[in-house]
């Protein structure tokens, strides 16, 4: 990604002409011709900056592209929270890698006993120190960790693993064409970078959501694991970028259950199938496109730029040829009312039961078409643990509500509230449409 792509269509003149555009802007690269409908001219603008672009624009083409630009763009925003999501899945398969060899590494648990291991304070410390190096220290990202027990004397060896991993991680950032910091950041600035991310230093209406490691659980077992970074503005995602370092660009092992452990053992003593080992996704909003690329390999000289790949949801509609997924826990989410549900709109595959927002990642893809989840009363969702997911299938095709068809609420802090019931996330509409029927017929009799 080494330049940016947006599309839009302006109001110009009868006789503008494509040439016009092309005579006044090499410094853009290239701007080619797609459609002129009326007076409307469409373009599709490649670029690499998107202060040249516009700027250039307005000077030479009198054209009013601004404010166009700016709600299609996020392309510089885009550009770094790829690179940091990248930098952040080869951190988080190392730490994977020494908990499975049982070495060193700590796994805590948190007050509600959920788990918390040094890769998600690590992976919280370089994306804030990423987006800060960006955007300045006050860059406002709302975040899953803090550093309470990190920052008890009786946690200093995790304090001194996490700076470790965090540093380790650092000087690779050349190889994603990041400037690095330099010399190495102290624990002091670790912590910092952790603790910037908290909800009470969230200003404004634009803000970035991170779970740094989202289902820790699958991590430590060894298993699925995603990092996922968003940019919400006026309560909406704009941007998402989902790491899923154990999700190759092809499906097969994702289905493979029970004895991932031996898989992933195997992958990364491979040089060769450890070069697809995990992937990661990314959409803009409205453009309608999303994409993939394959993590880079840890060990090789491989550097920046990543090809991508343009993803779309799977075209299956019929409940009898469709899989769904759900959370691998039953503490998480009904498997008992998902399984009535399932029977009842004629779903014949076994679900696919996935831990974290890989679950998202399947449905952008095309590799499976529902998921559904539905925490027990009471429970109220993060918006980490969906923001990045929701927009990546919106822009691939698909359709994402809660069980009542409305939108989630990202607009009212950590929690999505108001939320009705559960999450449908649906390849189309029709197959959506279906499940929240079969919500509402099934809910009454159900003990949630
Ligand atoms: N009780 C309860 N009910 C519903 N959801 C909960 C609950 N407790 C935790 N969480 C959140 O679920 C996140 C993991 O979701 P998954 O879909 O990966 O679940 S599962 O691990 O596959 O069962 C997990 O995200 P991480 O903490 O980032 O792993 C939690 O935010
Ligand atoms: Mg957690
Ligand atoms: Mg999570
Ligand atoms: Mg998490």
């Excluded at 009013?64 to 951190?91: F, P, Q, T, W």
């Excluded at 969702?381 to 409305?406: F, N, R, S, Y």
């Excluded at 929690?415 to 279906?434: M, P, Q, S, V």
């Amino acid at each position: 990604m080494s330049s940016c792509t947006t599309s839009f269509s302006t109001k110009v003149s009868p006789t503008f002409r494509k040439n016009d555009i092309f005579l006044k802007k090499q410094m853009l690269g290239t701007i080619s011709f797609s459609s002129k409908k009326d007076s409307y001219l469409g373009f599709t603008a490649q670029t690499s900056s998107q202060t040249d672009f516009v700027s250039a624009m307005d000077e030479d083409c009198k054209l009013e592209l601004k404010s166009n630009y700016i709600s299609d763009g996020y392309c510089k925003e885009l550009e770094i929270a790829v690179r940091a999501v990248h930098m952040a899945c080869l951190l988080c398969q190392r730490v994977q890698e020494n908990l499975l060899s049982e070495t060193s590494e700590h796994v805590h648990s948190k007050e509600d006993d959920s788990p918390v291991t040094i890769a998600d304070w690590s992976v919280q410390a370089i994306v804030s120190w990423v987006l800060s190096e960006a955007y300045g220290s006050n860059v406002s990202i709302v975040a899953e960790e803090d550093v309470e027990a990190l920052s008890k004397a009786s946690a200093a060896g995790l304090l001194e693993a996490v700076v470790r991993t965090v540093n380790e991680c650092l000087a690779d950032a050349p190889r994603f064409g990041l400037k690095g910091p330099g010399t190495d950041l102290d624990a002091k600035a670790v912590l910092e970078a952790i603790s910037r991310c908290s909800l009470a230093g969230a200003r404004g209406s634009k803000f970035w959501v991170l779970d740094p490691v989202d289902g820790t659980l699958g991590f430590v077992r060894g298993d699925q694991y995603a990092i996922a970074l968003a940019l919400i503005e006026d309560g909406e995602p704009v941007l998402g970028v989902l790491g899923c370092p154990n999700y190759p660009m092809k499906k097969e092992w994702l289905s493979y259950q029970n004895g991932y452990r031996r898989i992933l053992s195997r992958l990364s003593s491979s040089t060769s199938e450890s070069s697809d080992r995990g992937s990661v996704l990314y959409a803009r909003k409205g453009g309608g496109r999303a994409w993939m690329q394959p993590l880079l390999r840890g060990e090789s000289k491989f550097v920046w730029p990543n090809a991508a790949r343009e993803i779309r949801v799977s075209s299956i509609d019929n409940p009898a040829l469709a899989t769904f997924c759900e959370p691998v826990e039953k503490a998480n989410s009904s498997h008992s009312f998902t399984a009535g549900l399932a029977h009842s709109v004629g779903l014949r595959n076994q679900p696919l039961r996935v831990y974290s927002m890989v679950k998202y990642a399947a449905i952008a893809r095309g590799d499976a078409e529902i998921y559904m989840k539905f925490a027990r009363a009471g429970y109220k969702e993060k918006i980490w643990d969906h923001a990045a997911g929701v927009l990546i299938i919106e822009e691939a095709g698909g359709v994402v509500t809660d069980a009542g068809g409305q939108p989630l609420d990202f607009s009212k802090g950590e929690y999505l509230e108001g939320l009705d019931r559960g999450i449908i996330a649906c390849a189309g509409a029709k197959l959506h449409e279906t499940i929240i029927g079969a919500v509402d017929a099934s809910w009454n009799s159900s003990s949630l």
